[in-house]
């Protein structure tokens, strides 16, 4: 496996949820969603995610309802609840953040997120370096 090495980051981009946030930047996710998904499914400790939908399925079931959503197992409830709900439906409320799928549609896509872009900064020490650096004495 190859490792990272240590490096210096030369791009940044920062999540942004609401309120007076800078976006500069919104990155197509379509091909990632199933990924994002599975990811917040095995986050079953904190937050919208984890198991809530499998839960949520048990609880109607036992009030003699279903949602068709939530499929007829587990991980399909889980799976589904995450991708309707906590990332588009309830998303504002659940996560503090717009919906992932309307972001998408604003800008053509069909899963999108908002990302506030720091490029490459010009370094300022190089230019010093090159004015002011001298040869070493020996």
């Given at each position: 496996?190859?490792?990272?090495?240590?490096?210096?980051?030369?791009?940044?981009?920062?999540?942004?949820?609401?309120?007076?946030?800078?976006?500069?930047?919104?990155?197509?996710?379509?091909?990632?969603?199933?990924?994002?998904?599975?990811?917040?499914?095995?986050?079953?400790?904190?937050?919208?995610?984890?198991?809530?939908?499998?839960?949520?399925?048990?609880?109607?079931?036992?009030?003699?309802?279903?949602?068709?959503?939530?499929?007829?197992?587990?991980?399909?409830?889980?799976?589904?609840?995450?991708?309707?709900?906590?990332?588009?439906?309830?998303?504002?409320?659940?996560?503090?953040?717009?919906?992932?799928?309307?972001?998408?549609?604003?800008?053509?896509?069909?899963?999108?997120?908002?990302?506030?872009?720091?490029?490459?900064?010009?370094?300022n020490q190089d230019d010093y370096i090159t004015k002011n650096?001298?040869?070493?004495?020996?």
């Open positions: 496996m190859d490792l990272v090495k240590p490096h210096n980051v030369a791009e940044r981009y920062f999540f942004t949820r609401r309120g007076p946030q800078f976006v500069n930047r919104i990155v197509d996710i379509s091909k990632y969603i199933d990924k994002k998904v599975e990811s917040n499914m095995v986050n079953v400790t904190q937050g919208p995610a984890g198991n809530n939908g499998s839960i949520l399925r048990k609880k109607l079931a036992a009030q003699g309802k279903s949602l068709p959503i939530l499929g007829d197992d587990d991980r399909t409830a889980d799976f589904n609840y995450i991708k309707h709900f906590v990332l588009d439906i309830e998303s504002p409320r659940l996560r503090f953040a717009p919906s992932d799928k309307k972001i998408g549609e604003k800008y053509g896509l069909e899963w999108a997120e908002r990302f506030h872009y720091i490029g490459p900064l010009h370094s650096a001298v040869p070493l004495k020996k």
